[in-house]
Nanobody, 127 residues
Framework: QVQLVESGGGLVQAGGSLRLSCAAS????????MGWFRQDPGKEREVVAA????????NYADSVKGRFTISRDNAKNTVYLQMNRLRPEDTAVYYC????????????????????WGQGTQVTVSS
């Protein structure tokens, strides 16, 4: 399993931008599909975006399409989430997750699909 550490969260006004980073340890990052999830207190954890091992295939929740972009740099063992035009409803703790997979261009959207998780980073969007 990889160890994951998120960074880049914070407080931003509505309409602003943040970029989250997730640094992975170990030599298996390039074998992992990656995902970003978020969770509000009292709510279930939900997928925000997912990216394949290759980085070619990405998928997004409908609520963030056109505003968020997931990307990865396998040379740096890092996955990113660029968040633009943020809204108060984007406020949550954001988690990155990794899943070792044989399939180069597959993405995964369920919490149960992932085995490794970061500790989370808080994103707060004020109105």
């Amino acid at each position: 399993q990889v160890q994951l550490v998120e960074s880049g969260g914070g407080l931003v006004q509505a309409g602003g931008s943040l970029r989250l980073s997730c640094a992975a340890s170990g030599r298996t990052f390039s074998l992992c599909a990656m995902g970003w999830f978020r969770q509000d207190p009292g709510k279930e954890r939900e997928v925000v975006a997912a990216i394949s091992r290759s980085g070619v295939v990405t998928n997004y929740a409908d609520s963030v399409k056109g505003r968020f972009t997931i990307s990865r740099d396998n040379a740096k063992n890092t996955v990113y989430l660029q968040m633009n035009r943020l809204r108060p409803e984007d406020t949550a703790v954001y988690y990155c997750a990794a899943r070792n997979t044989y399939y180069v261009d597959s993405t995964y959207a369920a919490v149960s699909d992932y085995r490794s998780w970061g500790q989370g980073t808080q994103v707060t969007v004020s109105s």
